[in-house]
């Protein structure tokens, strides 16, 4: 088998309800989750009319008048929740030419003095007008909640994949009503003709276990780096999820699920924009990956040194998981990303990663 791909592989979630088809199932995905890191997930369990409403909601929320947009900006909430106009988030400290509503599942706040500032980031989502958009919030919630399940489900299936007990990761998630929260996105890149770069999102490294995409419009665009540092293409197929992992479930599973470096380019001149949006799997704030050590087979460990070592790629690293609890190396992922909220909620951490101020793209709100 061919250690370094030139296209990514298309799995087919409906095989997992029968015995047969699973283990065939869990087979592609060994075989994606170690040379690949991305996989393309058809007949995903999530409603078909949730997905469609929401794919239809997405361009009448980015036409919202832009006053109320600006009345649910993130610069409102401490938990990074709300709206970006373009050109607000750094990727490597580059801007990024994208727009965006980050929503979450449902999460009443925990903290309170003396716990860890690391948990104010787990919060009320702010919602647009309901009057302006009506049912979307429903919808969209409705949307997270499945693919939180999803989520779970295929934790389970990665476990079996790699020769654990299908509860070996269960540590990481507290799974009592409310207690975890997932973050979702709603993302709008606009063709190059009004933004001044292609850095749609700069390569990166997700943070987290896994990310399932729904790539909303036929816009190609989003990129993946093999091994040997090329760009593949990772084209929308309709009906179908884009799952990858992010740097702590790399991590946990000792390198064995690869974090695999992705990038968006803006559409070309001319274009409509691109739409998409992703879904971020979070794990409990407090746990320290290296508290929690898993025994893989040796037969699984051998398909990871038979794929060969990754290249150094130039993107966000997360380099604190080994020593951080999850939620500190989150939060300071989203000061980096976010320093004009940072400024705002953050002000001892925003001065310690922007010792010369907030970086050029201007002034807070
Ligand atoms: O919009 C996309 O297709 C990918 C976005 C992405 O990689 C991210 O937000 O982490
Ligand atoms: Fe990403």
Do not use: C
Not at 198 to 214: I, K, R, S
């Amino acid at each position: 088998m061919a250690t370094n791909f030139t296209s990514v592989p298309i799995l087919d979630y409906s095989q997992v309800s029968s015995p047969e088809s699973r283990s065939a199932f869990v087979k592609e995905l060994r075989y994606a989750l170690i040379n690949v890191g991305f996989l393309y997930l058809s007949n995903p369990p999530v409603a078909g009319e949730d997905i469609q409403a929401l794919i239809d909601y997405v361009p009448r929320l980015f036409a919202l008048p832009q006053e109320e947009k600006d009345k649910i900006r993130m610069a409102n909430s401490q938990h990074f929740l709300g709206y970006s106009a373009l050109g607000r988030e750094l990727t490597k400290g580059k801007t990024d030419q994208r727009e965006q509503f980050d929503f979450a599942t449902e999460h009443e706040n925990r903290w309170k003095p003396g716990d860890p500032e690391y948990l104010k980031l787990w919060g009320p989502s702010q919602w647009p007008d309901e009057t302006l958009l009506p049912g979307f919030k429903a919808t969209m919630l409705r949307y997270l909640n499945q693919v939180e399940q999803l989520s779970y489900d295929f934790i389970t299936l990665l476990s079996e994949a790699f020769g654990l007990s299908s509860d070996a990761l269960d540590v990481f998630f507290d799974k009592s009503p409310g207690a975890m929260q997932h973050r979702g996105k709603v993302v709008k890149y606009p063709a190059l003709d009004s933004v001044n770069s292609n850095q749609g999102v700069g390569p990166h490294y997700d943070a987290g276990f896994l990310t399932f995409l729904l790539q909303v419009s036929p816009h190609p665009g989003l990129q993946v780096q093999n091994l040997s540092g090329e760009w593949i293409d990772a084209p929308p197929i309709p009906g179908t999820f884009v799952v990858n992992i992010g740097k702590a479930l790399e991590t946990v599973t000792q390198g064995l699920a690869r974090a695999t470096s992705h990038r968006v380019l803006s559409p070309p001149r001319g274009s409509t924009p691109r739409y998409s949006i992703p879904f971020f799997q979070n794990i409990r704030q407090d746990i320290k990956l290296s508290d929690v050590r898993l025994e893989f087979p040796a037969d699984v460990l051998k398909l990871k040194e038979a794929r060969g070592t990754t290249g150094e790629t130039d993107s966000v690293n997360f380099s604190e998981y080994d020593r951080l609890p999850s939620g500190e190396v989150n939060l300071i992922g989203r000061i980096k990303s976010h320093p004009d909220v940072a400024q705002r909620h953050y002000p001892e951490l925003f001065k310690h990663f922007f010792p010369q101020g907030l970086p050029e793209y201007g002034s807070a709100y």
